[in-house]
């Protein structure tokens, strides 16, 4: 089934071409392109993560906390006010506004809640009900030390969410107020994504892809620019890559691997 999620690539394309055809005399009516896109500063982002955290960030158990640095330096900064991208970003999320559809938002509601059950469990993943029970616990380590980095690169970057600045832009979700560079849900998605991968490799494209839909599903709902689920989906792949160095992880994969029983 086609859902507008998946078709926001396609349209990048026609948001530059409308950025690089604009004049001063005749600019897009759309806001949030000068101060109003500033970064938060820090007492705004403290106040905001208080309020709307998902989760009490703790010490990472498998990955090294020191490699933070590292990890932030591999994220560009996200798009200028007035650049030609976050000209781009914007237009993306008006023209997804009025495309999405009744559907679009019930799935992007339903992908809110950050977790196994609601990313790849049914109906809209491939994990059983049993699979989802016995994979639960191992992936709610993973999402806890993926936290860690995420909550400070968001602090860090405190880029504002777009309906906070966008004229005429409206949720069609449940609000949240922290920063929103990068996507918390493009990057847990496309991490859990990958290890999943790992478990049960057949599944390797339909996992993927349904990472894409959870991650573009942020934009289409009004809560995150394009370039912030890209940033995620970079920062998913980066953390993956640094999961695999711990030897712990390895040892509890495997041993997941091993019991693992696919659905017939």
Same mark, same amino acid.
């Given at each position: =089934?086609?859902?507008?999620?998946?078709?926001?690539?396609?349209?990048?394309?026609? +948001?530059?071409?409308?950025?690089?055809? +604009?004049?001063?005399? @005749?600019?897009?009516?759309?806001?949030?392109?000068?101060?109003?896109?500033?970064?938060?500063?820090?007492?705004?982002?403290?106040?905001?993560?208080?309020?709307? =955290?998902?989760?009490?960030?703790?010490?990472?158990?498998f990955?090294?906390?020191?490699?933070?640095?590292?990890?932030?330096?591999?994220?560009?900064?996200?798009?200028?006010?007035?650049?030609?991208?976050?000209?781009?970003?914007?237009?993306?999320?008006?023209?997804?506004?009025?495309?999405?559809?009744? +559907?679009d938002?019930?799935?992007?509601?339903?992908?809110?809640?950050?977790?196994?059950?609601?990313?790849?469990?049914?109906?809209?993943?491939?994990?059983?009900?049993?699979?989802?029970?016995?994979?639960?616990?191992f992936?709610?380590?993973?999402?806890?030390?993926?936290?860690f980095?995420?909550?400070?690169?968001?602090?860090?970057?405190?880029?504002?969410?777009?309906?906070?600045?966008?004229?005429?832009?409206?949720?069609?979700?449940?609000?949240?107020?922290?920063?929103?560079?990068?996507?918390? @849900?493009?990057t847990?998605?496309?991490?859990?994504?990958?290890?999943?991968?790992?478990?049960?490799?057949?599944?390797?494209?339909?996992?993927?892809?349904?990472?894409?839909?959870?991650?573009?599903?942020?934009?289409?709902?009004? =809560? @995150?620019?394009?370039?912030?689920?890209?940033a995620?989906?970079?920062?998913?792949?980066?953390?993956?890559?640094?999961?695999?160095?711990?030897?712990?992880?390895?040892?509890?994969?495997a041993?997941?691997?091993?019991?693992?029983?696919?659905?017939?």
């Amino acid at each position: =089934m086609k859902t507008v999620s998946l078709r926001v690539l396609r349209l990048l394309p026609l +948001a530059f071409l409308l950025s690089s055809c +604009a004049t001063e005399q @005749h600019p897009p009516a759309i806001v949030g392109l000068t101060e109003t896109n500033k970064p938060t500063t820090t007492q705004e982002t403290v106040e905001t993560s208080k309020s709307a =955290m998902h989760v009490d960030v703790k010490t990472p158990r498998f990955l090294v906390a020191d490699h933070y640095d590292a990890i932030a330096k591999s994220l560009p900064a996200f798009p200028s006010a007035g650049s030609v991208e976050q000209r781009a970003d914007e237009l993306t999320l008006l023209s997804l506004q009025q495309m999405r559809t009744k +559907a679009d938002c019930s799935r992007a509601a339903s992908e809110v809640k950050t977790n196994l059950a609601n990313f790849y469990g049914e109906p809209n993943g491939p994990l059983t009900a049993q699979q989802v029970k016995k994979l639960n616990p191992f992936f709610e380590e993973v999402r806890s030390d993926a936290d860690f980095f995420l909550h400070k690169l968001k602090n860090e970057r405190g880029r504002k969410r777009p309906f906070t600045y966008i004229n005429g832009l409206e949720p069609c979700v449940a609000r949240e107020l922290t920063p929103a560079y990068p996507s918390g @849900h493009a990057t847990i998605s496309r991490l859990y994504a990958l290890i999943l991968s790992d478990l049960y490799p057949a599944d390797t494209k339909v996992l993927l892809k349904r990472s894409d839909v959870i991650a573009n599903d942020r934009v289409l709902a009004g =809560m @995150h620019h394009r370039s912030d689920v890209v940033a995620g989906q970079a920062l998913g792949e980066r953390l993956y890559k640094e999961f695999e160095k711990s030897p712990d992880f390895k040892k509890e994969l495997a041993e997941l691997e091993h019991s693992a029983q696919r659905k017939n």
